[in-house]
């Protein structure tokens, strides 16, 4: 059981914590190369239908501005096909986060002198191993 003394002296005047206002930053830094690392350790090297259908749509749209998935439409089983052209039929969500960093991907190759692994020579999609 709690008791009161009667006073409320001091209750609004509380000093903020050092460790949160000193080291949240820290904190965060750690908690995502923490989380990096765990995901990076389980990596998969080769990805299934899922991950290619999702792969590909960023690729589609890094590379041509589209949603269309038909150049890297043979690397998966997982997608749709309407109106003669293939598109990933998995939800974009995961694929429009992704884009960003491909694009970044793309950029820094490009600016130094080298083309994309995705592609061939020619700017065409390359068939991937995976």
């Keep these: 059981m709690i008791k009161h003394t009667g006073s409320t002296e001091g209750l609004c005047q509380a000093k ?3 460790f949160v206002s000193g080291c949240s930053w820290k904190i965060g830094v750690l908690l995502f190369i923490s989380a990096f690392l765990t995901y990076a350790m389980f990596s998969n090297a080769n990805p299934g239908a899922n991950t ?3 792969l590909a749509l960023v690729l589609s749209i890094v590379e041509h501005g589209q949603l269309r998935i038909d150049g890297f439409a043979g690397t998966t089983i997982d997608k749709a096909q ?3 052209h293939y598109y990933s039929d998995k939800t974009p969500g995961m694929s429009l986060m992704a884009v960003p ?4 991907f793309t950029t820094l190759a490009a600016a130094g002198g080298h083309e994309p692994v995705w592609l061939d020579g020619a700017g065409r ?6």
């Design 82 to 84: 309407v109106g003669g």
């Design 125 to 130: 999609p390359r068939q991937p191993a995976w």
């Design 101 to 104: 960093v491909a694009k970044l």
């Design 52 to 54: 290619k259908s999702r």
């Design 16 to 18: 903020p914590c050092r």
